[in-house]
């Protein structure tokens, strides 16, 4: 596990670089996607072409635009080549936030699968890209095939974001006049200053942005002042939920890749019926699994965490999930395990594919 920082001195550069790393993989992934002829597959190739019409004279997504510009001229493929990679994402994910006594963990594990019967993951080695942009440090977990900083798990000091994917009915979404990708929305919510990621001020720009065609949680987790803050904000096309992490010391939510079902139903959620890899039960019991896994832990919420143990707590949440609690957390389909804490004391992360992966990701900022 190594983290590849990106060169250049622009952010533009530096997405060109990335884009010349990768360039193979990403330039198979697109001619996969060419010669694919599944109805599906054109759909979510029509919306890319017609999300880009929609977004490229607004100043909004300026920036995301430069960049995803120079990441595709460094791979060798069309602008509108890489809006269809945003476009065809379907990742398997599960998120934890909780509250502890100095600070907030974002607990996430990223997989990536195709159909139930093909598992094809993406994870790039190097599995982490850190950029600079503006004289700030940002870093995102990232597959070969996708700009870095959709989707995924991105951190920053005092900031870290995850999103989770959730099953939407796809049919019509062609007809959506503005249409807008979650990856875009993710991107820019992952490059904003932290006092900016108001989930309110995000759902009204997403709103003069157009309509979200495909759906995905967010979940963030900030250092605003001396205050700590954790929300998921789940977007469903025009739609969206607000949830905010509570300020007792052992409060948790939780997500996978079903939409909340204590949520007020949303236009455009799948039938639980029509919901694959293990149908709706499967995805509603890791939504459990996650609770009870809350509550077992709830005594180690009333803890400090001690500033010179940074390290030693990743290690130990990092061997209880690939020991104690494998069997819910650990499956063909894993790529990483993150654990992200936003403490008092600073900001830290680790990412491990393995427990005897001893080259874990550790990252503070004090």
């Known amino acids: 596990m190594s983290i590849y920082q990106a060169k250049g001195k622009t952010i533009e550069e530096q997405y060109y670089d990335v884009g010349t790393l990768f360039g193979e993989s990403i330039r198979n992934s697109v001619a996969k996607i060419a010669k694919k002829r599944s109805k599906l597959t054109r759909v979510r190739r029509q919306v890319a072409e017609k999300t880009l019409t929609n977004i490229v004279n607004k100043v909004e997504v300026s920036d995301f635009l430069k960049c995803l510009k120079a990441w595709c001229q460094g791979a060798k493929i069309e602008l509108v080549e890489g809006m269809w990679l945003l476009a065809d994402n379907l990742s398997g994910c599960q998120t934890m936030i909780a509250r502890y006594g100095s600070g907030v963990a974002l607990i996430h594990t990223e997989e ?17 890209i850190s950029f600079n942009m503006n004289g700030q440090t940002l870093n995102t977990l990232v597959y070969n095939d996708l700009l870095p900083g959709c989707g995924l798990y991105g ?30 929305v993710s991107w820019l919510v992952w490059r904003m200053d932290r006092e900016e990621t108001e989930p309110s001020k995000i759902v009204t720009l997403i709103h003069s942005l157009g309509e979200v065609v495909d759906g995905y949680a967010i979940n963030v987790v900030r250092k605003v002042g001396e205050s700590i803050e954790g929300y998921k904000l789940t977007i469903v096309r025009n739609e969206h939920q607000i ?24 236009e455009g959620t ?8 293990g149908g709706w039960k499967y995805f509603k019991q890791r939504l459990m699994d996650m609770d009870k896994h809350a509550k077992i832990y709830r005594h180690y919420a009333q803890l400090s965490l001690d500033p010179n143990k940074h390290e030693w707590a990743h290690r130990l949440i990092q061997k209880t999930i690939f020991t104690d609690l494998r069997k819910y957390y650990v499956n063909p389909d894993l790529g990483a395990v993150c654990i992200g804490l936003v403490d008092s004391s600073g900001t830290s992360v680790s990412v491990a594919k393995s427990a005897e992966d001893k080259e874990q990701i550790i990252i503070c900022t004090i």
């Open 243 to 266: 949830e905010f992490l509570g300020k007792e010391n052992g409060s948790h939510l939780r997500q996978t890749n079903i939409v909340d079902p204590k949520y007020p139903k949303m």
């Open 112 to 128: 990536e699968f195709i159909d139930a019967n093909h598992i094809d993951l993406h994870m790039s080695d190097p599995n982490t």
């Open 155 to 184: 951190f920053k000091e005092n900031m870290i974001v995850a999103v989770d994917s959730l099953f939407l009915v796809e049919e019509g979404i062609e007809k959506v006049n503005n249409p807008l990708l979650a990856n875009i």
């Open 270 to 277: 799948m039938s639980p019926k029509n919901i694959w890899r």
